[in-house]
């Protein structure tokens, strides 16, 4: 079964708006990680945010983690219309294979 | 370019017409996965690969095989290929002691 569950499924903001997507997940985990998948392309790392830090930040992204609520937030500011994408969490939840498990994405579009 | 690439990026073939993914990355990663992506799954899976000549089955192995006689190269094999493998595929990698993945670009393969 997937780790991560993201919500919303989708989301439609205004271009410079904050596109806010959450996730939760069921177990214990080492870290978790954010990614973002333009259409049909490859998954890009965006972030990743360890058990023992509850907030971090890179650029326009802000990333907060509740290990008590098994829950992370991503936080797009002032959002652009090359934001539109798809946004996944995964979690670590195998440190010997290191195997990521996905959620099923955040499809978040930006209109002009 | 620190890069993974995946060959072919599109390809459309008949039922039990064996094939092979290529996917090749140049940054000395240790580690190597494949994950399919389907519609109302996420991605998934399918096998990985720990270092040269270390395989391990995924979430979703069935119908796959896999190699890994070189650092550089992970190739997927369908022996066999039936249209319920019809998928986005990715080939990841990382550098052991990293929890980061970089994604190839992806292969889209129909199986009419």
Known sequence: ??????????????????????????????????YRQNSGRGLVHLILIRSNEREKHSGRLRVTLDTSKKSSSLLITASR????????CATVYDQGAQKLVFGQGTRLTINP | EAQVTQNPRYLITVTGKKLTVTCSQNMNHEYMSWYRQD?????RQIYYSMNVEVTDKGDVPEGYKVSRKEKRNFPLILESP???QTSLYFCASRIYVSDT???????RLTVL
């Open chain 2, 39 to 43: 519609p109302g799954l996420g991605l």
């Open chain 2, 82 to 84: 039936s249209p319920n």
């Open chain 1, 81 to 88: 219309a090359a934001d539109t994408a798809s946004y996944f």
């Open chain 2, 101 to 107: 993945q970089y994604f190839g670009p992806g292969t």
């Open chain 1, 1 to 34: 079964s997937q780790q991560g569950e993201e919500d919303p499924q989708a989301l439609s903001i205004q271009e410079g708006e904050n596109a806010t997507m959450n996730c939760s997940y069921k177990t214990s985990i080492n870290n978790l990680q954010w």
